[in-house]
C-alpha cells in the first residue's frame, strides 16, 4: 500500500488565500518532510517535522503532525503566484535508512 | 555552498542502448539516495548509498540498473539496455549521516529527465 497519500490532488485559489494540503500515512515514522516542484525542475525541501514534534513553522508554512490520526498538514498562508507547484510530503519510516517514501502530490495553482 | 547537481539535465535515447546519469552531492554528505518518477506516478526510492556503499537497493527495478559510487564522491546509475519503460524524471538526493533518528533533510537535484524512444 502507498504511505504519504495527500490530498486534495489538485487545488486551486486565488492570490492571498491560504492553501492547505494534507497527507496520510500508514506506518511509524521518523520524520516526515514536505517538498515543493515547481514544473520541470527539481524537488525543493520545504520544511522537516520530526516524529516528537506537533508543529513547525518556516516563513509563510505552517505543518502538523497527528502521529495518532498518521498525518499530517501543510498550509500555506497569503499565497502567492509563485506557490504554484506540485507539492510533496515524504515520510522516513522508522528502522529504515532514511530512504523516503513519497505520495502522488498536491498540484497547486494560485491565480494572481 | 553548492547544491545537489545531475548530469545531463535531459537525454533522449532509443530502446536498446544505454545511458548513464551522474549525480554530486553536496560536499560532506555521506548518504546518496536515486529516486525516479515515472510519468503520472508517484516518486519512488530506488537504492540508498551510505559513502560507497550500497545500503539499500530494494527500489532498484531489475539487473538493467546498475549504480556505483567508486570513492563514495559522485555517483553514477546507468541503465543497460533500456526500456521504453525506463522513461521518466531520475532524482539524486544527499544528506548528512544522522546523529540519531530524525535526522536526515534529503536535499535534491534538479533530475535527468530520460526520454527512452
Known amino acids: 500500500s502507498q504511505q504519504g497519500e495527500e490530498d486534495p490532488q489538485a487545488l486551486s485559489i486565488q492570490e492571498g488565500e491560504n492553501a492547505t494540503m494534507n497527507c496520510s500515512y500508514k506506518?511509524?515514522?521518523?520524520?516526515l518532510q514536505w517538498y515543493r516542484q515547481n514544473s520541470g525542475r527539481g524537488l525543493v525541501h520545504l520544511i522537516l517535522i520530526r516524529s516528537n514534534e506537533r508543529e513547525k513553522h518556516s516563513g509563510r508554512l505552517r505543518v502538523t503532525l497527528d502521529t495518532s490520526k498518521k498525518s499530517s498538514s501543510l498550509l500555506i498562508t497569503a499565497s502567492r503566484a509563485a506557490d504554484t507547484a506540485s507539492y510533496f510530503c515524504a515520510t522516513d519510516r522508522s528502522g529504515n535508512t532514511g530512504k523516503l517514501i513519497f505520495g502522488q502530490g498536491t498540484t497547486l495553482q494560485v491565480k494572481p | 555552498e553548492a547544491g545537489v547537481t545531475q548530469f545531463p539535465s535531459h537525454s533522449v535515447i532509443e530502446k536498446g542502448q544505454t545511458v548513464t546519469l551522474r549525480c554530486d552531492p553536496i560536499s560532506g554528505h555521506d548518504n546518496l539516495y536515486w529516486y525516479r518518477r515515472v510519468m503520472g506516478k508517484e516518486i519512488k526510492f530506488l537504492l540508498h548509498f551510505v559513502k560507497e556503499s550500497k545500503q539499500d537497493e530494494s527500489g532498484m527495478p531489475n539487473n538493467r540498473f546498475l549504480a556505483e559510487r567508486t570513492g563514495g564522491t559522485y555517483s553514477t546509475l546507468k541503465v543497460q539496455p533500456a526500456e521504453l519503460e525506463d522513461s521518466g524524471v531520475y532524482f539524486c538526493?544527499?544528506?548528512?549521516?544522522?546523529?540519531?533518528?530524525?535526522?536526515?533533510?534529503?536535499?535534491f537535484g534538479p533530475g535527468t529527465r530520460l526520454t527512452v524512444l
Open positions: 506506518t511509524s515514522i521518523n520524520n
Open positions: 538526493a544527499s544528506s548528512r549521516l544522522g546523529q540519531g533518528r530524525g535526522y536526515n533533510e534529503q536535499f
